[in-house]
């Protein structure tokens, strides 16, 4: 069976060019199980193949995610030279997604493997599919298109990377063949458990208080449709909690009933970082998300924006009201 036939040429070459070359792997910046998940697995795949290659990622890598690393050689940015290796990027839908001083180290990017709607392709060997649930899936499929054989750290990051994008194969992304393909990886050595107990098991007291502000801000806009929920600047410190505590927050606020879409804001130093979460794809928050430079999925988004929360709030609430409007005038 072949899961990826329309990259198979593409893959070859790519393989082919790194032949004998020192390689960086690269991942986005807040790193989740499905970015250091693919980062880890194609580190150890191009390493079996008597190639150099290395995971670098701009932040640390998330407590709950650690167990992923195994031995494989991983950085954060400023703990490695930055010294000509050839640089391919992973989960990125843009070349600045890993932050602008890792595109200054690597102006050119080799290749990038991705699944994300707004990836318009910033590499020399582009791998982008946008119907796969996670990069982890793709990189699953091509891995086993080629042939390649690779180890159970390769399997279980593969496999957590998939079950983090997909919820916990709840989402509408989770395809049969998403299926199939866990069924490959738990066949080479992926453990559910683990990938469950590490992710979802763990959880710091910082993280609970986090949670108990968070769900205190929710707020309903345009008529119920819209659940918002906002951590103000300060309250990491407040709380004892970490950047990474965030994961998984905004989902409480999709879940309620008759809310069509979530969202997190963050309030920083002069910037604003927001999380967006719709039921379903015809609502695409990638490009709600793109009107304060973001992007990402049809249902999963996320941006940087230098703004105020005071200016930035009603700004989000007046973008998510349009896009209501314009679902509605399509269906009537």
């Known amino acids: ?4 036939p329309e990259f198979a040429e593409r893959f070859a070459n790519f393989l082919q060019e790194l032949a004998g070359q020192r390689v960086v792997v690269i991942g986005h910046q807040r790193p989740d199980g499905d970015c250091i998940g693919s980062q880890v697995a194609l580190v150890r795949v191009l390493r079996a193949r008597g190639i150099d290659a290395i995971g670098v990622n701009p932040d640390p890598v998330p407590r709950r995610i650690k ?22 990027y992973v989960d990125c839908a843009d070349h600045g997604r890993a932050g602008d001083r890792m595109r200054l180290y690597y102006p050119e990017a ?8 707004s990836n318009r392709g910033f590499a020399r060997h582009n791998l982008v599919d946008t119907a796969s649930s996670a990069t982890a899936e793709l990189l699953t499929g091509l891995f086993l298109d080629a042939g390649i054989e690779f180890d159970a750290v390769s399997a279980q990051a593969l496999y957590t990377g998939i079950m983090t994008d997909t919820g916990q194969f709840r989402f509408a992304s989770t395809t049969q063949r998403v299926f199939t393909l866990a069924g490959e990886l738990l066949a080479r050595g992926a453990a559910p458990a683990l990938a469950g107990q590490e992710l979802y098991e763990r959880e710091s007291l910082g993280k609970l208080k986090l949670l108990q502000h968070f769900l205190g801000s929710l707020r309903l806009e345009c ?11 300060g309250i990491f410190e407040e709380v004892g909690a970490s950047v990474e505590d965030t994961e998984g927050l905004v989902d409480y606020a999709r879940s309620l009933d008759g809310v069509a879409i979530g969202a997190l804001i963050e309030e920083r130093d002069g910037v604003i970082k927001a999380s967006l979460r719709a039921q379903t794809a015809v609502y695409r928050v990638d490009s709600i998300a793109a009107q304060f430079n973001g992007g990402g999925h049809a249902c999963a988004a996320g941006l940087n924006f230098p703004d105020t929360l005071d200016k930035f709030y009603p700004k989000l609430v ?8 314009e679902v509605t005038r399509s269906s009537s």
């Open 318 to 325: 007046a973008a998510f009201a349009e896009r209501l409007q």
């Open 1 to 4: 069976m072949s899961y990826y």
């Open 110 to 117: 080799l290749a990038c493997f991705d699944h994300h709607l």
């Open 223 to 233: 008529d119920g449709q819209v659940c918002i929920g906002v951590l103000p600047h």
């Open 67 to 88: 167990f992923l690393l195994g031995d494989t050689p991983f950085f954060q940015r400023d703990d490695v030279p930055h010294d000509g290796r050839l640089a391919v």
